[in-house]
Structure formats: structure tokens, C-alpha cells
């Protein structure tokens, strides 16, 4: 087991927030209807993608019948729809959708994870939660390190969870913290860090997010991490 499967493991087995905690568990048990059949995740939601990534993408939280359900970052909800379409239109992802978490999705060179790991009450998580969870992020950008080279990071939730984490894994971050903005750009130490809006029903059903925002966003990180295909 390599140190990221490792790492991967034990973020599963975390309890660290009894809000969160009982709320994926409870979500897990009374299941939505459409659901009914299926057995939920109902725990922490690890990242996704190979650990050698050249690019990091950075969320909030698994959907509470989403990746609280499928057990894998932005998988089995709209949101999620979104991104692998995007991840597929710009040839980062093997399929266009990403259902459950055997359907065989396979992301080339890129990492989803998330700031916080488990689902939150209204898609909520407090501040408390983010940096209780912190550790966990910290340690992750600390493995991928020799390898990633870009980060894009989906909101200002995020972005304010994952600025700090990147000081604490050993970059140079600005002060005062860069603001968090759809298509900014922030170069670090052999990292470019890109700003994009969230892929939530809320920005994508208003047009606030395009596809079209999005794939030039991911289009413009890749080619930054070095990923060409």
C-alpha cells in the first residue's frame, strides 16, 4: 500500500466531527427515495484520481447523496455531473459521467479531493469542521507534491480552506492571502493555483458557471501542470 492509499484509509475512518458524523450516518440510513435500494457510503469520502497527479482539484464536500453514497469525490450527483463532463470534454477523464464508484472512471494525470471529507448539513460545513479537517488536506498535498503542479480550487469555501493548508505543506502563500476569484491566477513555488466558481446546481443552473467557464479553466491548468493529450 502506497502512502496515498494509505492516507486514503484512514481519512475513512475518521470521527473527528460529531455534527458530521451523525449526519452522513443518518442520511446513509434514511436514504433518499430514488435510493432506496442501494447501500450508502455514510463515511468520510476520500480523493480520487492517481498519485502521481499533475493537477489537483479542490471542492467542499461530498454530497449528502452523492459521494456520502457512492463513496467517491463528486460522483453520483449533479454537481459531479458537471465536472466529469468538463474533466472528459478536455480530455482529463475516461468517461463523461461518473455513477458509482466501479463504473470504471479513470482520471489521467488529475486529483479531485476535497477541504472537508465528509457530507454536511445543508452543504454547510462550519469553519470548525474545515479546520479540524485541514490535517487531512495538508497531508495530501504533502504526497503529491513532487508531482502536482496546478491546483484549481472550486469556490470561495475551498479556497479559503486550501490557501492555508498550502502554507502548512510548505509553500510560500502571499500575505495577505490572494481573494478568491473565477479565473485568478496564482503563481507559487512551481504551482499554479487556479480560482473557478463551484460546480453547484446554484452557479450551473443560473449560468453563473458555463461549461464553456469551466472547460477554460481546466484547459488552462492543465496545460500549466504540463498535461497534454
Not at 479546520?131 to 498535498?141: D, I
Not at 505543506?169 to 502571499?174: E, I, N, S
Request: net charge positive.
Amino acid at each position: 500500500m502506497d502512502a496515498l492509499d494509505d492516507l486514503d484509509r484512514r481519512i475513512t475512518g475518521c470521527r473527528a466531527c460529531p455534527r458530521l458524523v451523525d449526519w452522513r450516518e443518518e442520511v446513509a440510513r434514511t436514504k433518499r427515495a430514488a435510493f432506496a435500494d442501494q447501500t450508502y457510503w455514510g463515511r468520510p469520502v476520500p480523493g480520487f484520481g492517481p498519485p502521481d497527479a499533475r493537477l489537483l482539484i479542490v471542492g467542499l464536500a461530498p454530497a449528502a447523496h452523492g459521494g456520502n453514497r457512492t463513496g467517491r469525490m463528486f460522483t453520483g450527483d449533479r454537481s459531479g455531473d458537471v465536472l466529469y463532463q468538463a474533466l472528459y470534454d478536455v480530455g482529463l477523464a475516461s468517461q463523461p459521467t461518473s455513477v458509482a464508484a466501479d463504473d470504471g472512471q479513470e482520471l489521467y494525470g488529475v486529483r479531485v479531493t476535497a477541504p472537508v471529507h465528509c457530507a454536511p448539513p445543508a452543504n454547510r460545513p462550519t469553519p470548525g469542521e474545515r479546520e479540524t479537517c485541514r490535517a487531512w488536506l495538508v497531508r495530501e498535498l504533502g504526497l503529491l507534491r513532487p508531482t502536482v503542479r496546478a491546483l484549481v480550487v472550486l469556490g470561495a469555501f475551498g479556497w479559503q480552506a486550501t490557501l492555508p493548508a498550502l502554507r502548512e505543506a510548505g509553500w510560500a502563500v502571499p500575505r495577505p492571502r490572494p481573494p478568491f476569484a473565477h479565473g485568478t491566477r496564482v503563481a507559487l513555488d512551481g504551482l499554479d493555483v487556479f480560482g473557478c466558481f463551484h460546480v453547484s446546481q446554484r452557479n450551473t443552473f443560473t449560468g453563473r458557471l458555463t461549461p464553456a467557464m469551466l472547460r477554460d479553466v481546466l484547459t488552462t491548468a492543465a496545460g500549466a501542470a504540463g498535461l497534454t493529450r
